[in-house]
């Protein structure tokens, strides 16, 4: 990428000071948002064809048009929670580049009319919360928020919340209970939040990174936006890598750019120069695609036509060490942790999906345990579970059924030969690396 749109402290690392974001043209999207009617911003943002970036791709200018004619107060919530294995982009906006996310707030804000915005940040980003605080006063002080922004008559106060470090307050509605103080599990919908959202309210939520394409759309037009990317999915993107990489970490490059440009060019490529065997393209939500899809460009559509999700796009690289039972595993505990408990599908689901991986690790498993693993996890899906939650716990045990079936059974047929324990063993966690220890061994 010639030039980081984004990730701006990578070329100006200085740029989280104020004076240092306005001599590069810090607050100038906000400046050019103020001089236009409301429903113009809107329209510029609807005309990038920016989409969410927090997950499910919708549209923000769709979004925002949403919000319903005089019903008042409206606000604007920016979605910090991060929490999905293996995303770490809006840490990053929020550290180095914090000012691009609060002017992309305040560009939201007057597009929609609201007067209060909350950024809710996962309960773990102490630190981060804290740059945005400080960010947040320099701000108010400079007056691009509080009282009349930049002399206008139109007025905006910001506030940091932390949630408690719940994977589920990163869903919308989840996080709304969880901002009004309440506990977080999802809402009913409809009412969609754009209706009915924070206390009751018209109430746009957006991701960070969402928010922080704003001020650039806003400065250099929606025409400009669309050149960058495909044509249904256009603009930067930033991708999370991570995994059995030579080099992880954030690559901002244009939406449609392959996988295989990603892990190798920029990557460095993978460990030891050995086989890839899987990649997760969403974190531990969308299913496994394999070294045959290296050539899938990464934009929204393309990744859903390989089978998969875009998502947050954060890219776990397996290569062929992997075993994708402790994979699974790996997954499915997450999963049951995570489950706010709501809906039987997922509480239930989420459980018995662990059981039987854990029987079939540790050696206890039998062949028909493939069967019902494959059993549970279709009925989660079928049950429709409350949120995506549920799916999402489904989506990796599936794809490695697809994918790598036999390397399932043959897991039996190699614990099976280390023969059942007398007494069932105590279950251990593999640790955090993607190589599982020694079957050898005993645990
Ligand atoms: C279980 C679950 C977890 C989610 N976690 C996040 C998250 O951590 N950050 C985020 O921005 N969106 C997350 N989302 C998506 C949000 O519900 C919502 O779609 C998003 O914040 C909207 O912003 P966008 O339109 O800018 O993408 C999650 C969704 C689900 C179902
Ligand atoms: S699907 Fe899971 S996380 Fe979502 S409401 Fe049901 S129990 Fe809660």
Known sequence: MAEYIILRNRDFPDIHKLDVYRENGGYEGLAAALKKKPEEVTAIVKDSGLQGRGGAAFPTGVKWGFIPKDVFPRYVVANADESEPGTFKDREIIEKNPHQLIEGIAIACYAVQANTAYIYCRGEFKYPARILEEAIQQARKAGYLGKNVMGSDFSLEIYTHLGAGAYICGEETALLESLEGKLGQPRQRPPFPAVA???????????????????????????????????????????????????????????????????????????????????????????????????????????VAAGSMLGSASIIVMDETTDMVWLTLKTSRFFRHESCGKCTPCREGTYWLVNILERIEHGQGTREDIALLERVANQIALSRPFCLLGDFATTVVLSGLKYFREEYENHIGEKLALSFPAHPQPLVESGRTAIPPSRDLPR
């Open 197 to 303: 959202g924070l206390y009751g309210k018209p109430t746009v939520i957006n991701n960070v990174e969402t928010l922080a394409n704003i001020p650039p759309i806003l400065i250099r037009g929606a025409e400009w936006y669309r050149t960058i990317g495909t044509e249904k999915s256009p603009g930067p993107k930033i991708f999370c890598l991570s995994g059995h990489v030579n080099r992880p970490g954030n690559y901002e490059l244009p939406l449609g750019t392959s996988l295989r440009e990603l892990i190798y060019e920029h990557g460095g490529g993978v460990r030891e120069d050995r086989q890839i065997k899987a990649i997760l393209p969403a974190g531990a939500s969308a299913p496994l695609l394999t070294a045959e899809h290296l050539d899938v460009a990464l934009d929204y559509e393309s990744v």
